[in-house]
């Protein structure tokens, strides 16, 4: 049975979303991503934001006191990222704070930890999770090679769709050490510098202007110092925080499917025909209801998830895989009607709601679209 979640927010929990909430819509609306792609920046973002972000404790919100950070939990985290939805914001929290952080937090060494955790929370390093291999995300489908040498590992193999690869000072590489290649068995996790030599890094252009890349390992050197975790047991250190930038990436979508139902309900109500705003037709009156049930629905999925991942239930795995298959099926609905309600105008570059729905198309597909988490979903409850 998935267990039940408080759905009201505390007052901490409050606080930290009105706080998220002015800030990104004073220093990083959606104009600033605009200016990001037109400038094609080839950092992606804004360095002197996310000190400001790390200043405010967000970027090791989810790293322990002891290391600098907040240790707030996934229900902080996840109002962060519902703010930053909000304005389609570019920064590195997915990659580093909502990924790597948690990895090096249970697996790492005392040294991996004092070393990266600290630098996270202080925005001074950025962390990528270098695992996916194909175009469809398949976490256990790794043929990237680690073949152990006489001081360490070689690292041979390539890597596809890293969020941040091309600025990363550091990876956590997911590697075959042993077993099949599709078997959650004998996986080993690197954290690997991106100096080393044999690294090759190839930036991608996103079609909503989120910082990827792709990147080849060629006889790689590593010292044994660069395992995290167990060798063969990286998979049960990967699935739970997987589980985690799931719940996170859904309580981001959720935001961008909230901005956009508002501003085009905004726009039905500014909007004229026959001298009366668009918005008082029966037929637009229905699709708007339809989009606000589904979001309301959504909140639910994603706050029972964020709770899950605090308290650790035997259900996480499905309330993350239930929070993200729903938000992309709500954002994609919301995305869609969105620029169909704008009209013409909402197929343009100069209006924003275009925004919503490119990035509702790159976030559906990461960490497993709506197809991979309900079939995900089917076998975790026994069919």
Not at 10 to 24: I, R
Request: aromatic residues 6%; proline residues 2%.
């Amino acid at each position: 049975m998935i267990a039940q979640a408080a759905l009201v927010l505390t007052e901490e929990e409050t606080m930290l979303k009105q706080s998220a909430h002015d800030f990104f819509t004073q220093k990083m609306p959606i104009n600033t991503l605009r200016k990001l792609r037109d400038d094609n920046d080839p950092v992606g973002f804004d360095r002197e934001r996310w000190r400001e972000m790390a200043a405010l404790g967000w970027a090791g919100i989810l790293i322990p006191e002891e290391y600098g950070g907040t240790a707030f939990g996934y229900r902080g985290i996840g109002q962060i990222f519902e703010e930053s939805g909000r304005q389609l914001a570019a920064s590195p929290l997915v990659s580093t704070a909502l990924t790597a952080a948690p990895l090096i937090a249970v697996g790492g060494s005392a040294a991996q930890k004092d070393d990266a955790l600290t630098a996270i929370a202080t925005g001074e390093r950025i962390v990528a999770l270098a695992f996916e291999e194909g175009s469809r995300h398949q976490p256990c489908r790794i043929t990237t090679r680690a073949e152990r040498t006489g001081a360490g590992y070689r690292l041979s193999g390539n890597k596809t769709c890293v969020l941040d690869g091309h600025v990363a000072d550091q990876l956590i590489v997911v590697a075959r050490t042993g077993a099949a290649d599709d078997d959650p068995r004998g996986l080993t996790l690197f954290l690997v510098d991106t100096r080393c030599e044999g690294i090759t890094c190839q930036r991608t252009t996103m079609v909503d202007s989120r910082n990827a890349a792709n990147l080849q390992f060629s006889n790689v050197e590593v010292s044994a110092q660069a395992v995290l975790g167990e060798c063969n047991a990286g998979y049960n250190l990967l699935e739970p925080v997987l589980d985690g930038a799931r719940s996170g990436l859904a309580a981001e979508m959720l935001g961008s499917a909230l901005e956009a139902f508002d501003r085009t309900r905004a726009y039905l109500n500014l909007r004229t025909q026959f001298g009366v705003p668009i918005g008082s037709f029966q037929a637009l009156k229905h699709r708007a209801a339809l989009m606000f049930c589904e979001i309301e629905l959504t909140k639910s999925a994603v706050i029972a998830a964020l709770s899950a991942l605090d308290e650790r239930t035997s259900d996480l795995a499905l309330l993350a895989s239930l929070a993200k298959a729903k938000a992309s099926e709500t954002l994609e609905l919301v995305s869609n009607e969105a620029v169909q309600l704008h009209g013409g105008i909402g197929m343009t570059d100069a209006e924003e709601i275009g925004f919503f729905l490119k990035r509702a198309r790159v976030a559906q597909q990461l960490f497993g679209d709506a197809s991979f988490h309900r079939d995900r979903y089917a076998k975790l409850r026994g069919f």
